[in-house]
């Protein structure tokens, strides 16, 4: 599990296996935010399991399933109304980590008022760099306006964003904003 702590009631990254829940709960953590959807390829174990074994750490399990293909604005408002709930600390996590890291900055940004340069660079100080500058914008977009919900579509395949979406205003016709993300790079770092 590669993970990011971001202050001490939140951290995010990579699917946990059973050895990193008992880890977790040693720590200290009380939650987990499980972004993966049940038959997501590539997990080490299903969402269900998870919340087995977290169950059995004592620590609480919530599962906020985000489909790669399309992420909606109820998903953003799903893991924003988890996180509320949540007893800190919290690890927030998806198969790659890049869901939980986009999410992660969000409410990290939210919870503190903060405004995106500094949020985002809090994230990169971190560790929890986002590499699409178009996604970058997004959230900091959404930060900056205080967006109703924001959503994205990942690549099944990369796990990239692909698409970004805003909804500043929900009663609001039109002042949407989208983006559409191609020729993204993949770069890997050096590491275990």
């Known amino acids: ?18 050895r990193d829940l008992e880890r977790l709960a040693r ?10 959807m049940e038959g997501e390829p590539g997990l080490s174990m299903s969402p269900n ?14 599962r906020v399933g985000v489909d790669l293909e399309f992420l909606g604005p109820e998903h953003a408002e799903r893991f924003l109304d988890a996180f509320a709930r949540a007893e800190p600390p919290v690890y927030v996590h998806s198969h790659d980590g890049r869901r939980a890291a986009a999410f992660a900055v969000l409410a990290y940004a939210l919870e503190r008022d903060l405004d995106a340069p500094t949020a985002l660079a809090r994230a990169a ?17 959404a930060i900056t306006r205080e967006a109703y919900s924001v959503s994205a579509r990942y690549s099944p395949d ?35």
């Open 158 to 192: 990369t796990g990239a964003p692909v698409d970004v979406y805003i909804d500043y205003d929900r009663a609001l016709q039109d002042e949407e904003i989208g983006y559409t993300i191609s020729e993204l790079g993949i770069f890997r770092t050096s590491g275990p």
């Open 27 to 36: 720590e200290g953590f009380r939650t987990v935010i499980n972004l993966n």
């Open 49 to 62: 399991v998870e919340a087995s074994w977290a169950h059995a750490c004592a620590l609480a399990h919530v």
């Open 1 to 18: 599990m590669k993970r990011t702590t971001l202050d001490a009631g939140l951290a995010a990254g990579t699917t946990p296996t059973r």
């Open 125 to 141: 100080k971190d560790g929890l760099t986002l590499d699409s500058e178009p996604l970058r914008r997004f959230i900091a977009d």
